[in-house]
Nanobody, 113 residues
Framework: VQLQASGGGLVQPGGSLRLSCAAS???????MGWYRQAPGKQRELVAR???????NYADSVKGRFTISRANAENTVYLQMHSLKPEDTAVYYC?????????WGQGTLVTVSS
């Protein structure tokens, strides 16, 4: 499974961005997630969505970020609002399918004035 993340960029504090993760095959039975890694820090979970639609969020993004999936498009989205400088990181898409895990290449989000 290949994952292509896109949508990152430079945004001012308080702004919004939507990240997309397009998969090379059906994601219908996959657990999908967004992770991020800031400079000098470990990669951390941002949000994930299970095949049935249940979602989990890191406490730091609850109420600001929304993860969603469009199975017909083989795509997962991360809508980000009220962005803060501490959200600056490379954002990675991840897919879990059975015993296998797949990672996308990452997209950089920079929140700065």
């Amino acid at each position: 499974v290949q994952l292509q993340a896109s949508g990152g960029g430079l945004v001012q504090p308080g702004g919004s961005l939507r990240l997309s993760c397009a998969a090379s095959r059906s994601i219908r039975s996959m657990e999908m997630g967004w992770y991020r890694q800031a400079p000098g820090k470990q990669r951390e979970l941002v949000a994930r969505i299970f095949s049935g639609g249940t979602t989990n969020y890191a406490d730091s993004v609850k109420g600001r970020f929304t993860i969603s999936r469009a199975n017909a498009e083989n795509t997962v989205y991360l809508q980000m609002h009220s962005l803060k400088p501490e959200d600056t990181a490379v954002y990675y898409c991840k897919a879990d399918w059975g015993v296998s895990t797949y990672w996308g290449q990452g997209t950089l989000v920079t929140v700065s004035s």
